[in-house]
């Protein structure tokens, strides 16, 4: 067996779940170490069974907010030294004048204050609501964390269970590298297909599974395409000598086409 048939054969998985006996274990570790192709499969499957995300990002405490305004209250204005100064200016101005000049100058001071105040509050405002954006952000990380180790179980679960049978579908065109691995569950009758490589299909075509019984094609549920899919649960299928996928319109056909045929596996 040559290092892309081993890659493709499941033993990898089976060794990084701890599914492998100790000399089976030790074999993938001597493959591992004399091909660099296995060694990084290897990597690859644990990092996707460790695939916790770790979320660098502070949770602001409740008292920022008030720490913004204590900090904007060492500003505030003196009333009662106001207050003395105008009386003090009334009292010693000489000249009606002298008065208009202090009020002047008392409501150019509380219209600068009003300004300071309400430039501070804007910024508190501001960066009150980027911390509220920040936790929002954070929230929305974590949900797509849980998912990802959700589907990432789900897939494990598949990949541990004695009674599914994995098949190796390999491209029909040999110059091509396209690859897919289909797990039947001997007790359940249900098909799963795990994606390794396919072209995007155009919007309007889909791929569908074909299970292949004495020569007659048995529809087995159209896929999706696109990053992190995972092992997609298909359809009950009784039982198959060989699977085959195809290129179809959007929503699948009742008879494969066969000159759009991708991938196949050997026969059973």
Request: glycine letters at 6%; a neutral charge.
């Amino acid at each position: 067996m040559d290092v892309k048939e081993y890659i493709s054969s499941g033993i990898i998985e089976l060794y990084v779940i701890g599914s492998l006996s100790k000399a089976e274990a030790m074999e993938v570790e001597q493959m591992a170490s004399a091909h660099p192709e296995v060694a990084d499969e290897v990597r690859k499957t644990q990092e996707l069974i460790d695939n916790y995300a770790m979320l660098h990002r502070r949770n602001p405490g409740t008292q920022v907010r008030a720490r913004i305004m204590d900090k904007i209250g060492g500003g505030v204005v003196n009333e009662g030294k106001l207050e003395a100064r105008i009386r003090h200016i009334r009292a010693y101005s000489a000249a009606y004048k002298y008065l208009i000049a202090a009020c002047v100058a008392a409501l150019f001071i509380t219209t600068f204050f009003s300004y300071f105040f309400f430039t501070k509050w804007n910024q508190a405002e501001t960066g009150y609501t980027a911390m509220m954006k920040e936790k929002a952000l954070m929230v929305t990380n974590m949900e797509e964390v849980k998912n990802d180790l959700e589907n990432r179980y789900h897939d494990l679960l598949i990949l541990r269970d004695k009674d599914n049978k994995m098949i190796v579908l390999n491209a029909k065109d040999s110059t091509k590298n396209f690859t897919a691995r289909v797990y039947w569950n001997s007790g359940t009758r249900k098909a799963y297909i795990d994606v390794q490589s396919l072209p995007m299909p155009p919007d309007s075509m889909q791929y569908q599974l074909w299970a292949i019984k004495g020569g007659q094609p048995i529809d087995a549920g159209v896929f999706a395409m696109g990053e992190n899919m995972g092992v997609q649960e298909l359809k009950t299928v009784i039982g198959a000598d060989m699977w085959a996928v195809t290129l179809e319109k959007k929503g699948g056909s009742p008879v494969p086409t066969m000159d759009q045929m991708y991938l196949i596996s050997s026969p059973s």
